[in-house]
Each structure stands twice: as C-alpha cells, then as structure tokens.
Nanobody
Framework: QVRLVESGGGLVQPGGSLRLSCEVS????????MGWYRQAPGKQRERVTF???????NYAESVKGRFTISGDRGKKVWDLQMNSLKPEDTAVYYC???????????????WGQGTQVTVSS
C-alpha cells in the first residue's frame, strides 16, 4: 500500500527555521509532481510549493525567498526548508504527490498525514 509519511514540524520563534520531510512508502511505478500544501485555521488549503515532473519548482508568493523545496525522485523523498518563519506561516502542512502505482494505473494524488507548524514567540 502506498503512503506518504511526513516528518518535521513543531514550534519555532519568528525568524527561525524548520525543515519538513516527506517520503513515499511502498512500491510505485512513477512519481510526478511532489509538493506541499498548508491549511491555517479558518482558511482554505493553500499550495505552498511543488516540483513538477520536469523538476521545475514553483512557490507561492507568500513564501518566495524564504522556503526551498528539494527532492530526490529516485529515493521518493522531498524536503521543505523553511527559513525566516513568520506567525502567518502557522498551519498544518501536508505533503502531496502525483504518482502512478503501476504501468496500468492512472495518475493519482496522495497526501501525507499533515504536520503542525507553529510560529510564535
């Protein structure tokens, strides 16, 4: 069974840094887009960043210059380095991936379990 397993997160002061990681567990045929969403209380889920199948990265305007996504498609892992964190970055962060589990399957989106990031003094 394919699962996305997240790690990292926690409480940090404004201006601090955190690193999130996501790993695909289980056999897959191919891995395409890899990325992160976040959802703050009372707000819609927002895509933070992703790496597309051409290894092009994309960032939300609110995190450009502060967050960096990196990944190893062969190892099925990707990280989110978050620097200069602000209170408004507080949210539950979800990793996601678009992948195929077999040569005969269609592309599907899988989600991590979510990890809390709290930026507060």
């Amino acid at each position: 069974q394919v699962r996305l397993v997240e790690s990292g997160g926690g409480l940090v002061q404004p201006g601090g840094s955190l690193r999130l990681s996501c790993e695909v567990s289980g056999f897959i045929f191919s891995l395409h887009d890899m990325g992160w969403y976040r959802q703050a209380p009372g707000k819609q889920r927002e895509r933070v960043t992703f790496i597309n199948s051409g290894d092009i990265t994309n960032y939300a305007e609110s995190v450009k210059g502060r967050f960096t996504i990196s990944g190893d498609r062969g190892k099925k892992v990707w990280d989110l380095q978050m620097n200069s964190l602000k209170p408004e970055d507080t949210a539950v962060y979800y990793c996601y991936a678009q992948l195929r589990t077999s040569a005969l399957s269609t592309m599907s989106t899988y989600w991590g379990q979510g990890t809390q990031v709290t930026v507060s003094s």
